[in-house]
């Protein structure tokens, strides 16, 4: 009877996680990170070499070789981790999200263990700041474009009560005419360009575009298919960017957060 | 091919194929094309026949292919697929429309264009239905939850659904084409991105499918390990599903506690697999990480404990009058229809087909396992919500048994994949038969063909609707619980 089912619920312990945990916490993204200890040339170029997208790649500027990787294409395969002798390892934390493409790169010298100075902004991660970026609430619009559906289970999570967005005034809506935000997962499929271009225009300004996942971010994996357009900056304007494949839900909600935040600076 | 239960290649010929399916006793399991080297093109049958016999059919098309629609409905999307994709004229086909392409497919952009190609066309005619009172209701691609894209056409008198015609390939991604020329273990990165929520599935299907194509047999540590990643996916995939159909009839308790016991599972996945959905851990001959004994001890008691909560609480939502109101004969696919649609998984098993890949084509560790499967026959939203249930609680059991007989040793073998050979495998993944066809060319996919269940259910959708009311659809789409991506590939 209903009345045992919310017996039930009421007899389990709470399961709420404080969003000081959660935000810039990627554990089990399975995205790399670089151990500056034990980065040498040698093990960069084995790192880059087992890569099966460019997301690992050597660049040289000024003469220094650097270890260059973009979140933005990993999809946390974890070749690199099991091929380059300790020097990467699976990131807990430092993974960007939620901000500008060129953002969800970041570098290394390969051969001077250090990293260039990373555009990372760090998240105001009090309760009164996030309300205060909300103002009242944020109405988000998830589009998938062509996912595998893996970014929209880990999106489905968000509004389980370990995550429970709807603390932050966070809603997803069922109509773009009702949202701020669209949250668009890629890749990008002929099949479902036009119709994203529409959900786009149909969604009231000042509104935000945000991509989520590597196909999302760069096409991933499908980037180059003859079925495929590619990322979603392809088609529509994208203010920020969630990396991961697929990108935890604290990943999400940091990179949904930090999407304000960017917004609140730059207005 | 000594791997999986038993599958004879070189069965037949095409004419050999239709005969038996003619015959009636085969359940058509898979038609798919293939290009040969001369760039003519080649159809392939796979059939089930009696006493759970995978047999594979095919030959080079010579100008039109008969149709097997004609003789088993179940054919009839693989038809239209090969007729996009490949251009074979298909004869005697009742309804030749376009599958995979839509308007405005630009034109030159044909996948593999074989001697035969036919212009591309996304033109689209549904059917028309007339009468007083008939309207027509459009719904999708872009749908109204968090869920994949899809289009739907209702046409209704009032509340009441007289037909219901599917569009669907929004997320067709050219996966397989995407696998041609990879090197075979990259291969389950795709693989793994065909339907997110079920990527162990579709990983352990394609690695089994090059382990039975080099001969090789993954040690008994790797099999546990599998099994308990399948039977986890399982439990993952129904608990969503039973949450999801109750907050389709609007009971919101059960749903969110449901979310709570999914996210417990993909926690304790984190914490002892590293991974929230078991990607990257498969590998062509066997698994990539090991997981040490408390690890597993760990993860079987949190296992172990959602179960009994899940059983619980489903056990008292199924005891509600109103869910059981909505639920009882609401979106009855009827047994003869599911056999004729070639149904499988729990939607089959809801209608009272008794078919189930790790009991009838037994692979892995399943292969010295005596399962208890359970059946139901009603076909309607309650039994594909009991079988759920049901199956939740012996995936469970499973876990459990795996992690208490847990042999020790190696968890993979190398695979000596840099040769040239062909595979097939089938696992039975949460949602019904996957099954991955392989032909290796000197290391590299030659050619990967992806037959998912949601592909062979989505037909069978639209034949539950009829008389039910518009508003129980997203209640009967979600007891179907088929995946967009994992059918459009």
Not at chain 2, 231 to 246: F, Q
Request: net charge neutral; hydrophobic share 40%; proline share 6%.
């Amino acid at each position: 009877m209903i009345f045992d089912v919310a017996a039930h619920s009421l007899a389990s312990k709470k399961v709420l996680l404080p969003i000081e945990q959660l935000l810039g916490d990627c554990t089990g993204s399975r995205m790399p990170e670089v151990d500056c200890g034990r980065l040498n040339f040698g093990l960069a170029c084995q790192a880059v070499a087992a890569c099966p997208t460019t997301a690992l790649r050597l660049e040289e500027q000024n003469g220094i070789r650097q270890l260059v990787l973009d979140y933005g294409q990993c999809t946390g395969c974890g070749n690199c981790i099991e091929t380059g002798g300790g020097a990467l390892r699976a990131a807990a934390t430092g993974v960007p999200s939620g901000v500008a493409r060129s953002a969800l790169i970041r570098r290394w010298d390969a051969d001077h263990c250090s990293e260039f100075a990373a555009q990372q902004v760090a998240m105001d991660t009090t309760a009164r700041k996030i309300r205060a970026l909300l103002g009242r609430a944020l109405n988000i619009r998830q589009v998938d474009a062509g996912s595998c559906n893996g970014c929209e289970a880990e999106i489905g999570a968000l509004t389980s009560p370990y995550y429970d967005l709807e603390r932050l005034g966070i809603h997803f809506v069922a109509s773009p005419k009702h949202a701020d935000m669209l949250l668009v997962t890629g890749p990008v499929t002929r099949n479902m360009c036009e119709a994203l271009r529409h959900t786009y225009e149909a969604t009231p300004s000042p509104k935000l575009v945000v991509a989520v996942g590597a196909c999302g971010c760069s096409g991933g994996f499908f980037q180059g298919s003859y079925a495929v357009i590619g990322a979603v900056g392809a088609v529509i304007p994208v203010d920020g960017y969630i990396p991961g494949c697929p990108p935890t839900p604290a990943m999400l909600l940091t990179g949904i957060l930090q999407v304000l935040q960017g917004r609140a600076r730059n207005s | 091919m000594s791997q999986q239960g038993h599958y004879s290649r070189n069965s037949g010929g095409i004419a050999e194929a239709l005969a038996l399916l003619k015959a009636g006793n085969s359940r058509l399991v898979s038609l798919f094309g293939s290009i040969e080297d001369d760039g003519t093109p080649s159809v392939h049958y796979l059939l089930d026949a009696e006493k759970h016999e995978y047999r594979l059919f095919g030959g080079q098309v010579q100008g039109v292919l008969p149709s097997a629609t004609a003789i088993t409905p179940s054919a009839s999307w693989y038809e239209r697929e090969l007729h996009d994709l490949y251009g074979i004229e298909i004869e005697g086909h009742p309804n030749l429309q376009p599958l995979v392409f839509h308007e405005g497919w630009p034109a030159g952009v044909h996948p593999r264009s074989g001697c035969c190609n036919t212009p591309v066309s996304g033109e689209y005619k549904f059917l028309k239905v007339d009468g007083e009172g008939v309207c027509e209701v459009p719904v999708g691609p872009v749908h109204a939850g968090i869920i994949e894209p899809g289009h739907f056409r209702f046409s209704v008198v009032g509340d009441t659904v007289l037909h219901l015609e599917l569009r669907h390939f929004y997320t067709h991604k050219g996966t397989e084409a995407r696998m041609e020329g990879m090197q075979v273990p990259s291969g389950v990165m795709l693989a793994e991105a065909v339907s997110g929520d079920n990527c162990f599935a579709h990983a352990v299907a394609y690695c089994q499918a090059v382990e039975n194509a080099f001969d090789i047999s993954v040690p008994p540590r790797g099999r546990a390990l599998r099994l308990i990643g399948l039977e986890l996916e399982r439990m993952i995939a129904h608990i969503t599903d039973v949450g999801a159909l109750c907050g389709d009839v609007a009971f919101a308790v059960p749903s969110a506690y449901t979310a709570r016991l999914r996210e417990a599972l993909l926690r304790a996945s984190t914490r002892f697999a590293g991974t929230r959905f078991w990607r990257g851990l498969c590998r062509p001959g066997g698994m990539r990480r090991d997981m040490a004994w408390d690890e597993a001890r760990a993860l079987g008691e949190c296992v172990a404990e959602t179960a009994r909560d899940f059983a619980e609480l489903a056990q008292k939502s199924l005891e509600t009058p109103s869910v059981q109101n909505r639920f009882e004969t609401t979106g009855l696919l009827k047994r003869d229809v599911a056999r004729a649609l070639a149904v499988v998984g729990p939607v089959a098993r809801a209608s009272g087909l008794r078919l189930d890949v790790r009991r009838d084509h037994p692979y892995g560790r399943y292969r010295t396992l005596a399962l208890d499967i359970p059946h139901h026959s009603s076909g309607d939203v309650m039994a594909r919500a009991r079988i759920r249930i049901e199956e939740t609680a012996i995936s469970a059991r499973l876990i459990a048994q795996a992690i208490e007989e847990m042999p020790s040793g190696a968890i993979a073998v190398p695979v000596p994949w840099q040769a040239s050979a062909e595979g097939f495998s089938a696992v039975e993944s949460p949602r019904g038969e996957l099954l991955y066809f392989l032909r290796v060319r000197d290391g590299r996919i030659q050619r990967c063909h992806i037959k998912s269940p949601s592909f062979q259910n989505w037909p069978a959708l639209p034949m539950a609707m009829p008389g039910n009311i518009i508003a129980d659809f997203p209640l009967i789409n979600k007891s179907f619980n088929l995946s967009y991506s994992g059918c459009d590939r």
